[in-house]
């Protein structure tokens, strides 16, 4: 960004703003100038205007008025009377001094070898270095207008393919009806996130286009302004550095179409791909690629015990160290509450109320505020029914499976005995979730994802036959299934979707480099707005479309 010159500034804007003072009064409040007498050099008034034409000796004065000056119409003529020969025109221009003398004066200069020019011609060239950087300047404005406009054809080429998407939506939505509206609005959400971006990165090229324009027209709009008024000395200097800025800041470099070009073709590589059978609660997918978008190291070291999406949007983690800390979608910590109970498990009833599973299966109740609540479970204790898993259904049923008897107890939040049991069929319930818009239950037992139906009948199993492969999996918000399947010996992770018939849809995540952790513990999950959380015993990672 060029600096502004006070000195050239103030001269301009004094013609310019039309706040010229009379300078021929001899009042101390000056009335505003309508005129300027060339010969005299002088601003005047209405009433000084009119004394001054009624003078006959001054009758061949040139005399324009303030708003020829404005305008540019009339050049302000430099060669006043000299003041060391007021008898004598300024018809010269000393190139080193940089100020209009006489021909008397311009020999002394001469003598002192400075170069002397003719002031007409030393004006002249001024206006010809001004008419080319104004030629040059509408050269420039011209490419970069170009340039917005490619910025606007690449945005209606993303809307017009977006579109497209939002369309093809809508179509394979009407097929599946209600029972896919939950993955309709995930998707669209997806759409609207790109839109998002992309809009947000084109803008910032288009800002920028039109900040330079902006930037030249002051430029030029100053320049050409110094041509109309005396300059001398400072503002001389200023001129000319002003120009030489302007003749540098044209010599940059256009504007480069690639960058908006790059975008639209990031957008195009996106498709909808639906899928095919009808029963399938996925509706389709967004072909984009997913990228880890946050690396957290957590608190405690080999600590987490659990993992669940909070109603607030944020992903609750905790440890059995003590306490339950909750990370926003970009891995920041935003909370950690109830430092003081070792955590098991945790899950979120529909009102915002949770309820938590120590690691001696204590389980309590807590308001959204993280107060106890007077509540007693009759759970099994740490000895009879060992580690386990805790989820909460779409009625807030809450599930509390036991590794060592492989069964599940069902609570209600008012407490007390289990209202029902289920037998796991021979499966250990590590991990326990529940579907949204049916009674089903997903568990895994090391390398096995089993679905259950609401009376705990064996519906669909998902097993990884590859040794040293070991399956966790997570409900997300529209039924569908993720799975993240771990070799831990070699700390890689993959990510694949499946139906919430355990179908297989497609891969999100191939062969992810995870820190490899000391204790064998994973826990997947899905945020609010779509994000994948997934966490070891010391770090959470967290992978987003793009």
Not at 25 to 49: F, I, L, N, R, W
Not at 159 to 172: E, H, S, V, Y
Not at 352 to 373: A, I
Not at 441 to 466: H, Q
């Amino acid at each position: 960004m060029l600096q502004t010159n006070v000195s050239l500034n103030s001269l301009v804007d004094e013609v310019k703003t039309k706040n010229s003072k009379c300078t021929a009064c001899k009042t101390d409040e000056k009335p505003p100038a309508v005129s300027y007498c060339q010969d005299c050099t002088t601003y005047m008034c209405k009433s000084c205007d009119s004394n001054h034409s009624r003078w006959p000796q001054l009758s061949t004065h040139t005399v324009v008025t303030m708003s020829e000056m404005v305008s540019g119409k009339v050049l302000v003529n430099r060669r006043q009377k000299c003041k060391k020969h007021p008898n004598d025109d300024e018809e010269c221009f000393c190139t080193e001094c940089r100020e209009y003398v006489c021909c008397e004066c311009g020999t002394l200069h001469l003598q002192a070898r400075h170069q002397i020019e003719d002031a007409a011609v030393h004006e002249e060239k001024l206006i010809k270095n001004v008419k080319e950087l104004q030629k040059r300047t509408m050269l420039k404005k011209t490419t970069i207008e170009n340039h917005i406009d490619f910025i606007e054809t690449q945005r209606n080429e993303i809307t017009n393919m977006l579109r497209k998407l939002n369309d093809d939506i809508d179509d394979t939505y009407e097929e599946y009806m209600q029972l896919l509206s939950a993955r309709r609005e995930n998707l669209k959400c997806q759409v609207k996130r790109l839109s998002e971006k992309f809009e947000k990165e084109l803008q910032a090229m288009e800002e920028d286009s039109r900040q330079t324009i902006r930037h030249m027209n002051a430029m030029e709009e100053r320049i050409t302004n110094g041509v109309n008024v005396a300059l001398k000395k400072d503002a001389s200097f200023a001129h000319d550095t002003l120009c030489e800025n302007l003749k540098s800041f044209l010599g940059r470099d256009n504007p480069d179409d690639q960058s908006p070009r790059g975008v639209a073709e990031r957008a195009q590589k996106i498709s909808f791909r639906k899928h095919l059978k009808v029963n399938e609660l996925c509706l389709g997918e967004l072909d984009s690629y997913w990228d880890v978008k946050a690396d957290v190291e957590l608190l405690s070291e080999n600590c987490m015990n659990c993992m669940t999406r909070a109603p607030d949007g944020k992903m609750a983690v905790g440890s059995f160290n003590g306490g339950i800390h909750l990370y926003s979608p970009d891995g920041k910590l935003q909370q950690t509450v109830l430092q003081d109970v070792t955590i098991r498990q945790i899950g979120f009833l529909s009102d915002g109320r949770s309820v938590v599973r120590d690691t001696n299966n204590r389980m309590s109740l807590y308001t959204p505020q993280w107060e106890r609540l007077d509540v007693t479970f009759e759970t099994m204790s740490e000895d009879k029914g060992g580690a386990g898993s805790l989820t909460v259904d779409r009625d807030d049923n809450i599930y509390v499976g036991y590794v060592k008897p492989g069964k599940i107890q069902v609570f209600t939040p008012h407490g007390g005995k289990a209202v029902r049991k289920i037998a796991c069929d021979g499966d250990s319930p590590e991990q326990l979730f529940s579907f949204h818009t049916t009674m089903k239950l997903i568990l895994n037992d090391e390398s096995t994802v089993v679905c259950l139906d609401g009376k705990g009948k064996k519906e669909n199993v998902l097993m990884e036959e590859e040794e040293g492969m070991y399956a966790w999996p997570a409900v997300c918000r529209d039924d569908s299934v993720i799975v993240a399947w771990v070799k831990h010996e070699e700390g890689l992770v993959s990510i694949d979707r499946y139906t919430r018939d355990l179908e297989h849809t497609h891969n999100l995540i191939t062969d992810f480099k995870i820190q490899k952790p000391e204790r064998y513990w994973y826990y997947l999950q899905e945020f609010e707005g779509g994000e994948i959380a997934f966490c070891t015993s010391d770090r959470l990672y967290i992978f987003d479309a793009t």
